[in-house]
């Protein structure tokens, strides 16, 4: 029976690093690079590197294991935060994977295949912008 190990941390406290530069209040997205990783080798936690002072960060960040590898990330950021703003940050990163015609619908998908990752994002039941990263890696699912 394989074993899944779902952890949660609550970015609450995150927020105060060292030496972040001031910027235009950007949004922070969870780091893809942290799928598939060694659970005692993870890359850090942030895309971004160099948020600015005034960055929004997720209130919940699952991420899912299975063994000692992450096969899945969910970010849940504040439901006042507009799935607009987060949706650009994505397309800046991964625009060129949008997977067409879901811009009318509730859930957006990007299929990042060069890295072997999809992204989902729409809202949850409790009203909460979720942002899900999934591993396309056969080995992994």
């Known amino acids: 029976m394989k074993t899944y190990i779902t952890a949660i941390i609550l970015a609450v406290g995150l927020t105060s690093c060292a030496g972040v530069k001031p910027k235009s209040g950007s949004l922070i997205l969870p780091n893809p690079k942290l799928l598939g990783c060694s659970a005692a080798r993870c890359p850090q936690l942030w895309k971004d590197d160099d948020p600015d002072a005034k960055a929004i960060y997720p209130k919940q960040l699952t991420i899912d294991f299975k063994g000692n590898c992450a096969y899945g ?6 439901k006042f935060t507009p799935i607009e703003s987060i949706r650009f940050a994505l397309d800046k990163d991964f625009g060129k994977w949008a997977v067409p ?6 859930v957006m998908v990007w299929r990042v295949e060069p890295e ?7 809202t949850a039941d409790d009203g909460m912008q979720q942002l899900i990263y999934l591993s396309l890696r056969p080995e992994l699912r």
């Open 101 to 106: 015609h879901l811009d009318s619908t509730p």
């Open 116 to 122: 072997k990752f999809a992204i989902q994002l729409g």
């Open 73 to 78: 990330l969910t970010a849940k950021y504040d």
